[in-house]
């Protein structure tokens, strides 16, 4: 004989135990990113940079040097590596802007300009002082994209400095 409540019960004991065992194998699966100090880009005999100057190849005048300041900055945050002068550093970073490109994403209805993108490819490469060659090369590319009645196209190379030198760094200490 079935008493009242007793198909209830045997329904919350199944469903406690499908989510205890749901839970179990989430916990046990998935991606997770581990947080690393040092990359496998960079040999383990490399902790103090250097930032040089990097060149300009494109027709903006000034690039730069605010994004040499950028990645300056940037490294300053770093824990896996001390940046400083040239005299003292392990290996020095340096780079050329390839890539300058600004243009119209978003118009309004007299179609005029009211959204402009703009993108920014960078090579890096970093060379080991002692031996003087090349430890890593790659390219970097970023784009911000800034609305003209809110912000202005400063702000906007502001903030694409930042991600470029963020990038960079990423690239150095976590590989990727």
Request: one cysteine or more; aromatic letters at 6%.
């Amino acid at each position: 004989m079935v008493r009242p409540g007793d198909g209830q019960i045997g329904r919350r004991s199944r469903f406690s135990l499908s989510l205890l065992l749901a839970s179990l194998l989430l916990a046990g699966c998935g991606y997770v990113l581990v947080s690393r100090t040092r990359s496998n880009v960079l040999p383990e005999r490399i902790r103090r940079i250097s930032v040089s100057l990097f060149e300009n190849r494109t027709y903006r005048f000034g690039l730069e040097a605010d994004l040499t300041d950028a990645i300056s900055a940037e490294f300053a945050t770093s824990k896996a590596l001390i940046i400083g002068g040239v005299s003292r550093a392990d290996a020095i970073l340096e780079g050329e802007i390839t890539e300058l490109i600004t243009q119209p994403i978003a118009y309004d209805e007299s179609n005029l300009a009211k959204e402009y993108e703009i993108r920014m490819r960078v090579k890096i490469a970093l060379r080991e002082t002692s031996a003087g060659g090349i430890i890593y090369r790659d390219e970097v590319g970023e784009k911000v994209s800034y609305l003209i009645a809110s912000g202005s196209e400063a702000q906007a190379l502001g903030a694409l400095y930042g991600r470029i030198a963020r990038s960079i760094r990423v690239l150095l200490e976590e590989g990727f």
